[in-house]
């Protein structure tokens, strides 16, 4: 059985110590999540929201968000979105599937470019 590489570390400027991104720390992150709430938790509180795996928990989420973005993260949450029944017209019934999101507050100095604007 093959053991796991471990991964290389990368200097930055700051000589801090910062770790590539392997292809499981890119499988955990599937997406921003772009609502009202939490935009308004991201400029009022420096947190992000993530759309995540299921299986996945805080310390994975906590690693990968570290290696992809290169930020500090200070603490994760982590909720079960429930999967929710829908009405598609008067007659046929669908679903929304459910999914696992993380809030993620970074450390004062971090941020995530990924919700400011590109100001033109």
Known sequence: M???KKPEVVETKKAEKLLKPTLKELEVIIEP?????????????NTVTFKV???????????????L??????????IN??????????RHKGTVSGY????????EGSTISLFEDKGE
């Open 2 to 4: 093959a053991r796991a």
């Open 33 to 45: 999540v772009y609502t009202e709430k939490a935009m308004l938790a991201n400029q009022a509180g």
């Open 53 to 67: 795996r299921k299986d996945a928990n805080r310390l994975e989420i906590k690693k990968a968000i570290q290696a």
């Open 69 to 78: 973005y290169n930020v500090n993260v200070e603490k994760v949450r982590v």
């Open 81 to 90: 979105v429930h999967a929710k029944e829908v009405m598609k017209d008067r």
């Open 100 to 107: 696992k999101k993380a809030i993620v507050k970074l450390q």
